[in-house]
Nanobody
Framework: HVQLVESGGGLVQPGGSLRLSCAAS????????MGWFRQVPGKERERVAT????????WVVDSVKGRFTISLDNGKNTLYLQMNNLALEDTAMYFC????????????????WGQGTQVTVS
């Protein structure tokens, strides 16, 4: 039973930092792609950052390059998103997701989703 639980969201001022965590259970990271997505009410969900469960093939969307970093700790079964220099437009609900593949992580459809954690920059 795949389970993803996000944490670490909150309210932060522009220019501040947050680190999101996603505790995963029920599967082996090595066989999956992992990703962070975000969504603002009324807009489509946006793919923000992805990585193979082997820690290879890290990718981030252009709008967060140089500010956000995706990483994972296989020993802790946890995915992270370090977010620095946050901007107003980063305000969104952030979701952790997993896909049953380690290829095409930045384009593949994701199979499993967490409940999300709210990030508000204000």
């Amino acid at each position: 039973h795949v389970q993803l639980v996000e944490s670490g969201g909150g309210l932060v001022q522009p220019g501040g930092s947050l680190r999101l965590s996603c505790a995963a259970s029920g599967f082996d990271f090595y066989d999956y792609a992992m990703g962070w997505f975000r969504q603002v009410p009324g807009k489509e969900r946006e793919r923000v950052a992805t990585m193979a469960g082997t820690s290879a093939s890290a990718w981030v969307v252009d709008s967060v390059k140089g500010r956000f970093t995706i990483s994972l700790d296989n020993g802790k079964n946890t995915l992270y998103l370090q977010m620095n220099n946050l901007a107003l437009e980063d305000t969104a609900m952030y979701f952790c997701a997993a896909a049953r593949t380690i290829s095409r992580c930045s384009t593949v459809a994701y199979d499993f989703w967490g409940q999300g954690t709210q990030v508000t920059v204000s």
